[in-house]
C-alpha cells in the first residue's frame, strides 16, 4: 500500500463530496453505478467507507448504496434473460427516481469492467445497453436539467490495474493506479480543495476566452485523423462545473481537464483513428477508424469489437453523428505526467481527460444557448472518443 494512502483517500473522498457534490448540509446521498456494472464494485468499498465519511462530517443524514455484481450480469447477457435484467435496471431506476424526488444527491463510482462480457455475441451486449438506457436515460435527463446534484468517480479495482499497468509487478499495479487517480484528482496537493477550485477558475477562464472568439469551424489533424466540424453561431464553450436550478454548484465529473461544446450534426467531414481502446458496456472495441460525410459516419472498422461498434453506430439516427467536441486547454509540458504518459487507461474519463477528444451521440442542451436549434444531435448514447490529436479553429 502507498504510504500515503489513507491521507490521499481522505483527502479524495474530501474532492467528492466538497467539490464534485457541494454536499449540502441535511441532503441524502446515494452511491451507484448505472452505466456498466449496474451497481457499484466490492472493490470499491474502502471508497465508499472514506466517503461515506466526509458526507456524515458534511451533515448528510444518509448515504445508500446500490452495490454491483459482475457475474450475475454476465448471466443475464449469456442466457439472454432480459426479463432479469430488466427487472434490476428498473428497480434501480426507481430507487434513483425516488432519491431525486426527496432532493438528494448523486455519486457515480464508475470502475472499468472491459473484459466484463469478453465473448459475448455484439447483439446482446448492445441490448444490455440499449435497455440500460431505456431506463436509466430518464434518470439522467433530470440530472442534466440540474434538479440536483451529481458525479462521477473513477473507482480503482486489482483487474482494472492489471489491464493498465500489466508491465509492472502484481504487487506493484493496483498502488500505480490509485497513485495515478490521486494525481488526476489533486489530491496529492497540500490543500486539494483549493487546487480545485484554481483549476475550476482557470478552465472556466479558458471557456470564456473561446466564447469571446466565436470561432467558425474546428480541425483535428493527427495521425490517422483529418476532421473538420463546423461550430453553431450559438455554441457555448462550457466545463464540467454547474449548477441546479436552486443555484448550487457542482461538478460533473472527477476529474476533469476539458472544455467543451457541441457542434452542428450534420458537419463532420474527414477521417478519424481514436487513439485508445473503448469500453462499451463492459466490452472492448479497439483500433477504431471512421469516416464521416455530411455529418454522418459513413464507414467504420476496428481491430477488434467491429461488430459492436456497427451495432452502436445504429442504435438511433443520432448515434452516428457527433454530439460534443473537446479539446484541453493545457498542452505539452504543462500537462500533468499521468496526461503525458500515452497510457490507455481503459476508463473514459481518465482517457477523455488526457487527450483531446469527441464524443458519438447526444449533445448536450447547454452547450447551445437555443436550446430548439436543429444544430443539437440527439441520441439514447454518448461515447467519447479521445485522439493524438492536434486542434485549431478557424474565426467565423
Sequence with gaps: MLP????????FAGVIVRVGLNLQRGQRLLIA???ELQGVARSAEVIVDAVRAAATEAGCPAVEVIWGDGGRLRQYAEKNDWRGFTSLVAGNARQMQQHLARGGAFLFLVGSQPRL?????????????????????????????????WTIAPAPSPDWAQAVFAEQPSERRLDALWQTL????????PDPVEAWHRHLGALASDADRRNA?????????????????????????????????????FVQNLPTEEIFTAPDKDSAEGLVRVAQPVSCG?????????????????????KSGADLLQRLLETDDGAARLGEVALLPRSGA??????????????????ENSAPHIALG???????????????????????????????????
Excluded at 182 to 188: Q, T
Excluded at 283 to 302: C, H, K, N
Excluded at 377 to 388: K, W
Aim: aromatic share 8%; with cysteine; hydrophobic share 40%.
Design 334 to 351: 504543462t500537462r500533468a505526467a499521468w496526461q503525458r504518459s500515452g497510457r490507455s487507461f481503459r476508463h473514459p474519463l481518465l482517457d
Design 4 to 11: 500515503a494512502f489513507p491521507a490521499q483517500l481522505r483527502a
Design 282 to 302: 463492459g466490452a472492448l472495441i479497439d483500433d477504431i477508424e471512421l469516416e464521416f460525410r455530411r455529418g454522418r459516419v459513413v464507414q467504420a472498422a476496428a
Design 182 to 189: 490521486f494525481s488526476a484528482c489533486r489530491c496529492d496537493q
Design 213 to 249: 472568439q466565436r470561432a467558425a469551424t474546428l480541425r483535428y489533424t493527427g495521425p490517422g485523423t483529418d476532421l473538420t466540424v463546423r461550430l453553431p453561431k450559438r455554441h457555448v464553450w462550457c466545463t464540467a462545473a454547474h449548477r441546479t436550478k436552486a443555484g448550487v454548484p
Design 33 to 35: 453505478e448505472p452505466y
Design 117 to 149: 462480457l469478453d465473448g459475448i455475441e455484439a447483439a446482446r451486449v448492445n441490448e444490455l445497453q440499449h435497455l440500460v438506457w431505456q431506463h436509466f436515460g430518464p434518470v439522467v435527463q433530470r440530472l442534466m436539467r440540474g434538479e440536483s446534484q
Design 362 to 396: 447526444e449533445s448536450y442542451g447547454f452547450c447551445l444557448d437555443s436550446f430548439f436549434t436543429g444544430a443539437r444531435n440527439r441520441s439514447l448514447i454518448h461515447v467519447d472518443l479521445p485522439l493524438d490529436a492536434l486542434v485549431s479553429t478557424e474565426p467565423a
